[in-house]
């Protein structure tokens, strides 16, 4: 089983383990894409995103989050904090489909037996990041193309150097733009219980230092899945 309270006890313990590795990796100097994804008009999210609010309301976004939209200031502490839960998480858990569980293709759930797909990693990132004080406004779920799936979901942080991504793919951080995701949708910023089209990324600005923290899966282009349409 996998107990939250477990987690974070070695998320503790990781953090000044992995914080010299997230700083390189993303640019020590803060010289993220610092571009928030703009986002389109609403849309209806993944039906099991909406089955697991109803099932376990605890692990959805609250009502009041939609009224304090917030960015994460990323200081040497946050980059800690959020290379250490993705790391964490993505060795606790043990990649199993939906299929193989459920005999379904969708399905939405916390990974309390330490098996789940991407969604069920997010979920248990979103809850490590909150339990370590983060907002639950700057917490997002995206979605892109994925790889032999319909989509991939991943866990974006909101922070002033913009967007990052926590992926299961990858044990490393990265900007959105830099994350080699096509991103299709994701929680409104301004209501996360609400989702949104991510609208096409303009290309990085002159002179902007690229980032080379990304994931090493290659991704290839599917059909949008008619949810995200």
Sequence with gaps: MIRPQVIL?????????????????????????????????????PAAFYDLCARTPQDCPSPGSALA???????????????????????????????????????????????????DYVLAKRAGLLAMGFPESALLIGV????????????????????????NLTDRISPWRESGLTFVARQSAADARHWARVERATPAPAGEEPVTNVSSTPMRVIRIPQTFR
Excluded: K
């Design 9 to 45: 006890g070695v998320f503790a313990m990781a953090g000044a383990i992995f914080a010299s590795a997230v700083l390189a990796g993303s640019g020590a100097d803060g010289a993220l894409a610092a571009v928030e994804m703009r986002e389109g008009g609403r849309m209806n999210g």
């Design 69 to 119: 939209p917030d960015h994460v200031r990323m200081d040497e502490a946050a980059a800690e904090a959020i290379m250490s839960v993705n790391l964490t998480i993505n060795r606790a858990i043990q990649p199993v489909s939906d299929f193989e569980r459920y005999g379904r293709s969708d399905v939405w759930e916390f990974p309390r037996d330490g098996l789940g797909d991407c969604e």
């Design 144 to 167: 892109a193309l994925g790889v032999d799936t319909p989509y991939h979901a991943v866990l974006l942080v909101r922070t002033d150097s913009g967007e990052i991504v926590l992926d």
